[in-house]
Nanobody, 123 residues
């Protein structure tokens, strides 16, 4: 069984910073992309930032220059440093990882999600 456990989030004033962390655990063979998505009620979940196992990154245009995603392959963790936060960044943030396991005799690769953490930015 694989789990993604998130930490961080909370309430901050506009212009402030927050740091989100996510740790993957379980019988993991390998992890491809890791990253963060966010969602407001009634809207589709959207990509924030991802980082591949080779360190290449991808960001939503709305967060470029303000957010930085990084990972520690040895610890199976991904971190999102969020600076210059805006009220429109107020959403629930979800950790995501594409993980390969070997439950029986063959590899299985699929996406896993964290439980979500609330980020609230006050104006």
């Amino acid at each position: 069984q694989v789990q993604l456990v998130e930490s961080g989030g909370g309430l901050v004033q506009a212009g402030g910073s927050l740091r989100l962390s996510c740790a993957a655990s379980g019988r993991i063979v390998s992890i491809n992309a890791m990253g963060w998505y966010r969602q407001v009620p009634g809207k589709q979940r959207e990509l924030v930032a991802t980082v591949n196992s080779d360190g290449t990154t991808n960001y939503a245009d709305s967060v470029k220059g303000r957010f930085t995603v990084s990972r520690d392959n040895a610890k199976n963790t991904v971190t999102l440093q969020m600076n210059s936060l805006k009220p429109e960044d107020t959403q629930v943030y979800y950790c995501n990882a594409r993980i390969t396991t070997r439950p029986i005799l063959r590899d299985v690769t699929r996406d896993y999600w964290g439980q979500g953490t609330q980020v609230t930015v006050s104006s």
